[in-house]
């Protein structure tokens, strides 16, 4: 069953992530501030967070874990907390 899991990023690797969510078909959601001021850019609303759509029992925890700029998917009790 699909559902929305949290993942932690490197420091400012949010877009990176969600480049590698997508080349491989997953859906991600990444929920960014707009800029306050005229030369700035787009800041996650959660930094080092974003959240991904799948279901890790048909494709394996292993497609998440190892992508680049991820540091870990947010887990309670060693187990991927949906």
Do not use: H
């Not at 997953?26 to 991904?52: C, E, G, I, N, V």
């Amino acid at each position: 069953m699909e559902a929305w899991y949290a993942l932690y990023t490197k420091p400012n690797a949010e877009a990176q992530v969600a480049r590698a969510l997508e080349a491989r078909g997953f859906r991600y959601f990444l929920p960014m501030l707009a800029p306050t001021k005229p030369d700035a850019r787009p800041q996650p609303l959660f930094p080092s967070y974003l959240f991904a759509l799948c279901d890790l029992s048909t494709v394996g925890v292993e497609q998440l874990e190892f992508l680049p700029g991820l540091r870990r998917i947010v887990s309670f009790s060693g187990r991927p907390a949906a």
